[in-house]
């Protein structure tokens, strides 16, 4: 392809890939969907660009792989760069969503779901919304909320993914700290983790089904609404229906809410047909009252309209449109109005209650419906949706408008909102119908009553549609009742609103009329009004009608009588009334008035009144009608301070009106002036008052909207000075208008303004004097000194006094000043801002310094260590004025608040307000439009820095204001430049110490607050922004040091240390640590930032070489933190600073002739550093370069520096491997690389650090259960102590545990753990040794007696355990690691690993090949070749070895126990045998015997196993071979020693199975076999063979006398199994006797006649003894040991390929008590059986005895695990693997050897082998010591178990079947004659059956059953 077809794109410059694209050749660019690529040049649809994650990788893509963005292009050529053009909110999401998804990546990787989940689920939403911003089709308001949706989104998402706070401007630009000054930003800050820690709650509390914003949105409003769309009406009803919708209080069982009304036809559908699907109602005006109900019910009452009875069905005679009771159907709603449930789109289905009865009142329905758990409703009811909204109906409407419509109807509460709002004007009289009692007269039953309610005035004319049944519902002109059918005493409960004209309502009276209606037509047409109730709406006082019940008079008299009003008005509506009037009852008649004569029956009503404009209050009525009657004024104004709170907050505005008309109407006179401000002071303190502080924003909204007094602010201002003035006369009044303060001068501020507006600005100067001259008044009050305005000054009610005044004061001033009187130069008073005007020339003068020096006046006035907090906040808002931005005025106010400020935070008062104004402060001067600030800055610098330092120094991490402090610290850091920093040195002037102090209180803080920052580690932006300051601050001061403190006489030692601490620390801290961050981050901090650990280590190196002759004071203290700065990784620092390093050494040099201290420190501290994290290859590459470069120039340090440089490197090494170790899981590795390093430092001689590594390899065999490793490792270091009373150095405890203060006292403790850990690890022998030397101590040094005794009965006890408890012998495996992808320590070595208990070598491959998965086995156990070692792969070598024995000095060549010599065949030992067969020459088909050698690899560790490893490295290793002859030799040997093994067995437990004797004896007799020596013969006897080898004449004799010595072994088993067989196998008996008489013959024949001796007299104890014995090979001078005959034999034995030794092979019987012998082998696999029948060395014989073995029935004894120990030569086969128990590998159990019948050996066969033989003997089941003592022992027979029932009754037993015995013991085995010498056995214990039990313990005996 050629180039030259390029074209440079124009357009086509920025794009994002949307599919994925492989290169498939060099120049090609791969992409993945969602790269973005900048393109440089097309050809024919190809682009040529990079992507711009990665730019310097340039390629060429296909065109239609990329979907083109729009994007701004900058430079040209080479440096051209792209923009994208999108919105900076749509980057933002970009950039998250990437950041994000390789998070989640990682999540899925680590299979964290439920993260997984959270992030999956926010990374959709946020690309959905991405996707909605992009297309441009969302309305304004609409994206501005998704825009906050997003921003939270991502910051909540930040947090919970540890990411790092943005902090956002109020529209959601990510701020940029730059532009931002430090106050801002720590507020951002703030208030960011505010918000997403809310939001965090939300997201919890939405999984506890809490809204937690909404609850927020709740609690800001004071009112709520409850919206209910009504769905459907599933109720047959019949005929029209009204259906009634309301809130109910359960409890007091009354109606809340106004009625919502739907009318339902008989068709089942709403009967307005518009409004279906539209059913929609809010009820509002809910408040925290209702809140707290403890149940809220939405009840809805169904009265149908239609006929009497609806069974009737004769339509046309019978009366319709009779409101009728159907049925109710309640629901609580005491969740949903709480918020615990808020689901706007769940239908609620409201079950739906019939009524009972014509009786059945509707009431007492809804009542037993609540009370009810379940309705029976048959699937009637309403469905409705509910949801709670916040705010009044303005609000909702607002906010909801898709919900709350003009459409919506509107139930308010029946009472009044907690808050009343001007302009709310609202006059509703409530009235319930609520129950009557009517004589039936002359009816047979009671009447059938409806009440009519209508609304006439005075003049009889009865107002229209002012009645209103329900919300949603038109006005009617009168309202009937429901009638319930012939009832005398009717009770509605009907609540209907009365809404008339306020103008109507002292005219109106509600008239009440009742009615008998009849069922049939022309009964109900005759029918007439029978008697009338009334009641009139304005009492005779003005007021209106008292809420409650009225129980009104029910008048009767003709019809046309009771419809002429005139008639009746002047009479008693109510029972009171007449009362009140004197007219009472008498007697049985009815009297009458006029022309009614008053009934007998009743009728009670209860009315409301919810009325913005009546009162009930005859009070208020007098004041809100001032002008009816002035001369009442006065009056009327006093005893308005009277009236009831709620009543007067009722009628705010008009209260408020009234009192301003008053004023300005009589603006002349004085006369009102003072009640007027006196009433004024009432109700502000009104609202004041916790019960009406709702009413703070009606009050403010007045002041805004509604008041109009322009001149109140010359009347409110006399009063108020005249009340200062005489505050001695007038304290309680001038008491309570300070607490009204803040509201008066608003008023008077508000008045001000709307004059100005008319005026323009006349009257301005007698304005300013007028407030002059009361601020002048407050001052002289200040000061005065009288009794009674002391009270004023301490008074400090709710937060207002004094400081409203001085809050609102800088206000007035600011205003004037800047003629704009806006609200927020009142400080924390919000009035709005009233558009400017040209300034008054008159008051120009005044501009900047007369309110300052006023104010300045002032506070200096208020009384010293009073108002402290009020006048802090007074400067807090004269700071938020307009005043302060003006340069003049801080000139004067500046010094006066820094002073206070100094004064009060010297004091530690009021530390909140004190940082507030400081930030404040600082906030405006970092403004650029306030004028010049310097100067301003250099008086804060002088006056407080010093101050806030201390403030800082003194606050806890934990006081909630220690951030804001640090915030005002940095920011006047920030805002100081090179001049304040040169200034603030030489403001201490002559006094030295000062600096020295203050610059040592400042190095110490910094390195506090760096060390424990203040702020949250996501706070990116705000600790990046310390750190900057921090940089130039500790830079400013570095130059201090070197000009004042460097030269000889003025050298400040501790500071420069204490500046050198602060830099190491500073470049050291975790936020500057740019490689641990995202590419994103780093590159985004540097491009900001740069590297500052760069630019303070540049710094830090520079001060060091400029210290010049004072160095050698900084070794070895600073080697340290210079140590830390250098393994920082930054190869430019460390470049520049690692020869700081040999500075040091040469200068220690200089002045000692040695760097002894230098380097002695650089080690302990280069240990410490690396193990936490510091630290790499490189560091070690570059320390190694630079230093021996230096070295090598030096004349005196080439060689000792060399020296040190490589010792350096060797423990950096070291320590680098054990690091990236010890965050493996492997703990060997771990184990590996502790001993390496421990070994280092002893080599160097480094005992603390030794001792360090010493405990942490302790700790990790702990963790693994190594106890007898532990134990080993903690020798080590008890090793390091003398038994003395030196004093332990304070490195030899290194522990927290031990207490102790002399070296022996340590010495002590340690050696009691170290005995412990042997103990648990078995190892008795070891802790014996120890407990000796401890003994010893206890005895003749310590005098301990106690101590002493106590040890000697553990000593005791381990003596017992080694005799009595059986150790698990575990196996020992060799392991090779060749190629060099292993790490060094193991690297082209071998190992022997001492393999766990029970251990068998697959367990132990698979083990080790988990550690290294990538490795690969080798199959073969050869050396490797050189090439493998080289290979970059991992070849492991794995197979088994033999320990060699070497017995202590003391045991050799006498007889000792088995149990003890058992322990030295696997411990303490470090030379281990491997054999494996070689041939040679041809192979004889005949004979495999003649040409089979061994090789035999002896291996030898550097220590003994068990040591402080489980492992340890070969040393050396030799080979030598083993002929044929000397092989068979060893396998004759170890098959007499077995057959002696089994014969002793049986002396010793007369109850041992036989079938495992009969199998040996028969395998080695059977003609077959014959002895299994025949091929010996063959191969070794023969002529030929003596010919060739003369010199092997010694050893064939040798062969032929163990041949010999079989025989009498044999003839021994024979004789015993002859006594113990079974009549079943007798046949087979007597064929084995057969067997062996001819090969007895055949043998003695041959080879000579043998006999064993008799057996001695019982020696002493009844355990077997072993004959060790030393034995050498006289031909060839070297020990001779037994071949790996597994080895020799095909691989038929998977479980140990190569295994050294011999396979012992014990039958396993199932677990059973007592289960016949043959149940043994038909347990045996089918695989077993075919193998033996392909047998063909198997004679019928032995076959027979086979099919009788299984035939027959062993009589019933003791299952036991039986030992058959076969060795296998070619002659015979293995035995299947389901058999084979491992030696040493499969063992599970072990049971404590009973007592055996004891041996003497007078005249033994010469043993062969010099390694040492073991008789072991097993225990059965009856030698088990049941009283701690040997059945066998002195031929005693313990007494019989008492006869029990069953098995289990004696308890643990019988709990596993290797505790079972007969339930007699049975005689001990009967004293042999002829007993044969013991052989040297090899025979290990048999490993027991499985149990289930951990231990047991039979009586005082010990069993040890090891799991």
Not at 255 to 280: A, C, P, T
Not at 1201 to 1208: Q, R, Y
Not at 1789 to 1805: D, E, F, I, R
Not at 1823 to 1845: A, F, T
Request: charged fraction near 25%; include cysteine.
């Amino acid at each position: 392809m050629r180039m030259s077809r390029w074209v440079p794109t124009k357009k086509e410059k920025y794009g994002v890939a949307i599919y994925n694209y492989d290169a498939r050749s060099d120049e090609e660019l791969s992409l993945q969907i969602g790269d973005t690529v900048h393109i440089l040049e097309t050809y024919e649809g190809w682009y040529r660009g990079n992507r711009l994650r990665r730019k310097s990788k340039k390629g060429i893509f296909p065109a239609c792989y990329i979907h083109l963005k729009e994007a701004t292009v900058e430079g040209s050529g080479p440096k051209e760069t792209v923009i994208p053009t999108e919105l900076p909110l749509v980057h933002e999401v970009t950039t998250t969503l990437r950041e994000w998804a390789s998070i989640w990546r990682d999540l899925y990787v680590g299979d964290k779901r439920e993260m997984f989940n959270t992030v999956r689920d926010m990374l959709y939403d946020l690309i959905e919304w991405r996707s909605q911003i992009l297309s441009g089709t969302l309305p304004q308001d609409e994206l501005s909320e998704l825009k906050q949706k997003v921003t939270s989104k991502i910051d909540y998402g930040n947090k919970v993914l540890d990411l790092d706070l943005v902090v956002r401007d109020k529209d959601g630009n990510i701020l940029d700290p730059d532009l931002t000054s430090t106050i801002s930003l720590f507020r951002a800050h703030e208030a960011a983790s505010r918000q997403i820690e809310e939001r965090i709650q939300e997201e919890k509390s939405q999984k506890q089904n809490l809204d937690l914003s909404r609850q927020a949105k709740f609690a800001s409003t004071p009112s709520f609404a409850l919206f209910v769309t009504l769905k459907n009406v599933v109720c047959k009803i019949g005929e029209d229906a009204e259906v009634l919708m309301s809130l109910y209080d359960p409890i007091e069982s009354k109606f809340i809410s106004e009625n919502y009304l739907v009318r339902w036809s008989s068709s089942g559908l709403v009967k307005d047909i518009d409004q279906l699907h539209n059913l929609r109602a809010v009820f509002t005006d809910l408040g925290s009252e209702d809140l707290k109900r403890e149940k809220i019910s939405f009840v809805c009452q169904i009265v149908r309209v239609g006929r009497m009875e609806l069974r009737d069905n004769n339509t046309k005679k019978l009366t319709s449109g009779l409101r009728r009771p159907f049925g109710v159907a309640v629901m609580d709603v005491t969740d949903i109005i709480t918020g615990k449930m808020d689901d706007e789109d769940k239908q609620h289905f409201i079950p739906f209650q019939p009524v009972a009865g014509e009786s059945d009142f509707l009431q007492s329905v809804i009542n037993k419906v609540i009370a009810a758990k379940e309705v029976n409703h048959k699937g009637q009811g309403l469905w409705v949706t509910l949801k709670l909204l916040p705010g009044d109906i303005h609000q909702i409407r607002k906010d909801f408008p898709h919900l709350v419509d003009r459409s919506t109807a509107v139930a308010r509460k029946m009472g009044f909102p907690e808050i009343i709002m001007p302009g709310d004007v609202r006059n509703d009289i409530y009235v319930t119908l609520v129950q009557g009692d009517f004589d039936k007269g002359s009816k047979t039953t009671p009447k059938n009553v409806e009440v009519t309610m209508s609304v006439y005035d005075e003049d009889g004319k009865r107002l229209e549609n002012v009645i209103f049944p329900g919300a949603g519902d038109e006005g009617i002109s009168e309202y009937k009742s429901v009638i319930y059918y012939q009832v005398k005493q009717p009770r509605w409960f009907e609540t209907i609103k009365v809404a008339i004209p306020i103008e109507d309502v002292n005219r109106s009276h509600l008239r009440f009329t009742f009615k008998h209606r009849s069922s049939q037509d022309y009964k109900d047409k005759s029918e007439k009004i029978f008697a009338l109730s009334f009641v009139k709406l304005m009492r005779y006082d003005g007021t209106t009608l008292r809420d409650g019940e009225h129980d009104l008079i029910v008048y009767k008299a003709e019809a046309k009588k009771l419809e002429d009003s005139s008639l009746y008005l002047n009479l008693p509506a109510t029972k009171l009334e007449m009362e009140e009037k004197g007219h009472f009852p008498t007697g049985k008649s009815m009297p009458t008035l006029g022309n009614c004569t008053i009934s007998k029956d009743s009728f009670q009503i209860a009315t409301l009144v919810c009325s913005t404009k009546l009162t009930q209050n005859v009070d208020l009525l007098g004041l809100l009608k001032w002008r009816s009657n002035t001369s009442l004024l006065q009056q009327n104004l006093r005893q308005l301070m009277k009236v009831d709170g709620g009543e007067v907050v009722k009628f705010l505005q008009d209260t408020l009106d009234a009192l301003f008309n008053i004023m300005m109407e009589n603006s002349d006179s004085e006369t009102f002036d003072t009640l007027v401000f006196d009433a004024l002071v009432f109700i502000i303190g009104l609202i004041a008052d916790r019960k009406f502080h709702h009413f703070n924003p009606v009050l403010e909204t007045y002041i805004r909207k509604h008041f109009s007094a322009t001149l109140a602010y010359t009347k409110l201002t006399k009063v108020l000075k005249n009340y200062v003035d005489h505050a001695e006369k007038l304290t309680d009044q001038l008491l309570k208008a300070m607490k009204a303060l803040e509201y008066i001068f608003k008023f008077i501020v508000r008045s001000r303004v709307l004059f100005n507006q008319l005026y323009e600005n006349k009257g301005e100067a007698d304005f300013m004097e007028s407030l002059r001259n009361l601020f002048t008044s407050f001052s002289t009050m200040m000061n005065s000194d009288a009794e009674t305005t002391s009270m004023v000054k301490k008074a400090r009610p709710s937060k207002l006094s004094i400081q409203k005044m001085e809050h609102s004061m800088p206000g007035i001033w600011t205003n004037q000043v800047c003629s704009q009187l806006p609200g927020s130069a009142l400080g924390a008073l919000p009035c709005p801002a009233v558009h400017g005007m040209e300034l008054s020339r008159s008051c120009s003068a005044l501009l900047d310094t007369a309110p300052s020096k006023l104010f300045t006046e002032f506070i200096l006035k208020v009384p010293p260590g009073r108002l402290v907090k009020q006048k802090l906040y007074c400067m807090i808002d004269i700071v938020h004025s307009d005043l302060f931005t003006q340069h003049d005025c801080r000139e004067i106010l500046l010094p006066l608040m820094t002073d206070q400020l100094k004064f009060h935070l010297e004091q530690h008062e009021e530390l909140e307000a004190c940082c507030q104004l400081l930030s404040n402060i600082l906030e405006v001067l970092y403004r650029s439009d306030v004028g010049p600030t310097q100067w301003h800055v250099q008086i804060i610098m002088e006056k407080l820095l010093r101050t806030v330092n201390r403030t800082v120094i003194s606050l806890g991490r934990d006081s909630s204001l220690i951030g804001s402090f640090v915030a005002s610290m940095t920011a006047t850091l920030r805002q100081m430049d090179d001049y304040h920093y040169t200034h603030l040195i030489n403001t201490f002037g002559k006094m030295r110490t000062d600096v020295v102090d203050f610059l040592m209180e400042t190095f110490i803080m910094f390195k506090d607050l760096i060390g424990k920052n203040v702020y949250p580690a996501d706070w990116v932006i705000m600790n990046t922004m310390q750190n900057k300051v921090f940089l130039r601050a500790i830079n400013q001061y570095a130059t201090v040091l070197n000009k004042k403190f460097l030269d000889q006489t003025s050298f400040e030692l501790q500071l420069w240390n204490n500046y050198f601490h602060l830099a190491v620390a500073f470049l050291t801290q975790e936020s500057l640590q740019l490689e641990n961050f995202s590419s994103d981050k780093r590159a985004k901090i540097f491009h900001k930032y740069q590297d500052m650990r760069r630019q303070i280590g540049f710094e830090i190196r520079d001060m060091w070489y400029n210290l010049g002759p004072h160095k050698i004071k900084f070794i070895p203290e600073m080697v340290g933190p210079i140590l830390e700065m250098t393994l920082v990784p930054e190869i430019e620092l460390r470049k520049a600073t690692i020869p700081i390093f040999f500075d040091m050494m040469q200068c220690e040099f200089h002045f000692t002739r040695s760097f002894q201290r230098f380097e002695n420190e650089i080690i302990t501290k280069l240990d410490h550093e690396v193990e936490g994290g510091r630290g790499d290859e490189q560091y070690k590459i570059l320390f190694q370069k630079i230093l021996l470069e230096h070295c090598r120039k030096h004349k005196y340090l080439a060689k000792s520096g060399e020296n040190f440089v490589s010792l350096v490197v060797r423990l950096l090494e070291r320590l680098l491997d054990y690091r990236t170790i010890m965050h493996d899981e492997n703990k060997e590795n771990r184990m590996s690389c502790t001993v390496n390093v421990l070994n280092f430092y002893k080599e160097i001689e480094r005992e603390e650090m030794y001792i360090r590594y010493l405990y942490k390899l302790c700790d990790l065999h702990k963790e693994c259960d190594n106890y007898t490793e532990a134990a080993y490792t903690l020798l080590l270091h008890a090793k390091l102590l003398k038994w003395s009373e030196e004093a332990c150095a304070a490195h030899l405890t290194q522990r927290d545990g031990y207490q102790a203060t002399t070296q022996g006292q340590l010495k002590d403790q340690l050696y009691q753990e170290i005995i412990n850990y042997f103990d648990k690890g078995k190892m008795w022998e070891e802790a014996i040794i120890l407990g000796k030397e401890l003994a010893e101590q206890y005895e003749n040094e310590m005098f301990d007696f106690e101590q002493l005794s106590a040890l000697l009965r553990k000593q005791a006890q381990f003596y017992e355990n080694i005799v009595k408890v059986i150790r698990p012998k575990p196996d020992y495996f060799a392991v090779g690691y060749y190629g060099l992808g292993f790490p060094s320590f193991l690297r082209n070595k071998m190992f022997i690993y001492r393999g766990k208990e029970y251990e068998r070598r697959e367990d132990f491959e698979a083990r080790l090949l988990t550690q290294f998965p990538n490795a690969e086995k080798m199959k073969t156990t050869t050396a490797p070749s050189e090439d493998l070692r080289l290979s970059s792969g991992q070849y492991i070598q794995c197979f088994t070895v033999k320990p060699i024995l070497e017995l202590p000095p003391k045991f050799q060549n006498k007889p000792v126990p088995e149990q003890i010599v058992s322990f030295y065949t696997i411990n303490e030992v470090n030379k281990f045998q491997y054999s494996r067969p070689v041939r040679k020459g041809e192979k004889d088909p005949d004979n495999e015997f003649a040409n089979m050698w061994i090789e035999r690899t002896t291996y030898v560790t550097a220590y003994k196993l068990p040591g402080i490893l489980r492992w340890f490295e070969v040393l050396s290793m030799s080979t030598e071979e083993i002929s044929p002859l000397e092989n068979a030799m060893e396998t004759m040997q170890l098959t007499n020693e077995k057959i002696n093994n089994m014969v002793q067995r049986h002396l010793n437990d007369p109850n041992l199975p036989i079938n495992p004797l009969s199998m040996l004896l028969n395998g080695i007799v059977d003609p077959a076999v014959m002895g299994g020596f025949a091929n010996y013969e063959k191969a070794f006897f023969t002529d030929k063979y003596i010919q060739e080898h003369p010199e092997d004449q010694e050893k064939i004799d040798k062969l032929k006398d163990l041949i010999a010595w079989q025989i009498p072994y044999l003839a021994e088993g024979v004789r015993i199994h002859g006594e113990k067989v079974t009549e079943a196998l007798r046949p087979f008996h007597e064929r084995l006797e057969a067997c062996f008489r001819q090969l007895k013959e055949k043998v003695e024949k041959q080879y000579g006649v043998k006999t064993l001796p008799p057996m001695a007299d019982e020696r002493r104890g009844s355990r077997p003894r072993s004959m060790v014995r030393s034995f050498t090979m006289p031909s060839s001078q070297r020990p001779l040991s037994v071949a790996s005959v597994t080895s020799i034999s095909s691989d038929t034995s998977p479980s140990r390929p190569g295994s050294d030794g011999f396979a012992l092979e014990p039958l396993l019987p199932k677990k059973q008590h007592f289960k016949s012998q043959d149940k043994l082998d038909r347990d045996e696999p089918e695989k077993d059986k075919k193998e033996k029948k392909k047998e063909k060395r198997n004679s019928k014989h032995q076959e027979i005895f086979d099919k009788e073995l299984k035939t027959t029935d062993i009589p019933m004894q003791p299952t036991e695990a039986v030992i058959l120990s076969e060795t296998i030569s070619p002659l015979r086969p293995q035995r299947p693997k389901s058999q084979v128990i491992n030696l040493a590998g499969e063992k599970r159990l072990s049971v404590s050897p009973g007592p055996a019948v004891p041996q003497t050996a007078s005249s033994a066969p010469p043993p062969i082998t010099p390694r040492v033989k073991l008789s072991f003997s097993m225990l059965s089941s009856s030698n088990l010591e049941l009283n701690g003592m040997g059945c066998g022992d002195k031929g005693e027979i313990p007494p019989p178990l008492p006869i029990k029932s069953g098995m289990g009754d004696y308890g643990n037993l019988m709990d596993s079947q290797e505790l079972a015995s007969p339930t007699t013991p049975p005689p001990p085995p009967p004293h042999q004659r002829h007993m044969p010498p013991p052989l040297p056995s090899k025979t290990p214990p048999p490993p027991p059956p499985k149990t289930t039990r951990k231990q047991a313990s039979i009586d005082s005996g010990i069993v040890h059953v090891t799991e």
